[in-house]
């Protein structure tokens, strides 16, 4: 019920930022936590980042934790990712996801949970 569409990713050297942004569309999006995920090829998606409907709540992955930030502007139907210090690892396309399911107000690890996602935006850090 929500459309996604990320945008911001890149080529960025080690020790550079970046900041993606998720544009939602359609009903829900000010009422349902948010995440974002990376995946690289032949591996499984996994979890970066996620923020309750309110963005008073947030959970980061430890490989994330003090370099990524996630917020979001209801308003705009907007959530963001600023990445600061990227590495090499951080490669990956990301991907932002709502969640509609379930308790969908409440922040979760599990990209099962999510139930809309948007078509991804590649991150490559170089070396």
């Known amino acids: 019920q929500v459309q996604l569409v990320e945008s911001g990713g890149g080529l960025v050297q080690a020790g550079g930022s970046l900041r993606l942004s998720c544009a939602a569309s359609g009903r829900g999006f000010s009422s349902s936590a948010m995440g974002w995920f990376r995946q690289t090829p032949g591996k499984e998606r996994e979890f970066v980042a996620a923020i309750n409907w309110t963005g008073y709540t947030t959970s980061y992955a430890d490989s994330v934790k003090g370099r990524f930030t996630i917020s979001r502007d209801n308003a705009k139907n907007t959530v963001y990712l600023q990445m600061n210090s990227l590495k090499p690892e951080d490669t990956a396309v990301y991907y932002c996801?709502?969640?509609?399911?379930?308790?969908?107000?409440?922040?979760?690890?599990?990209?099962?949970?999510?139930?809309?996602w948007g078509q991804g935006t590649q991150v490559t850090v170089s070396s």
């Open positions: 996801a709502a969640r509609a399911t379930g308790r969908a107000a409440v922040v979760s690890r599990r990209a099962a949970d999510f139930g809309d």
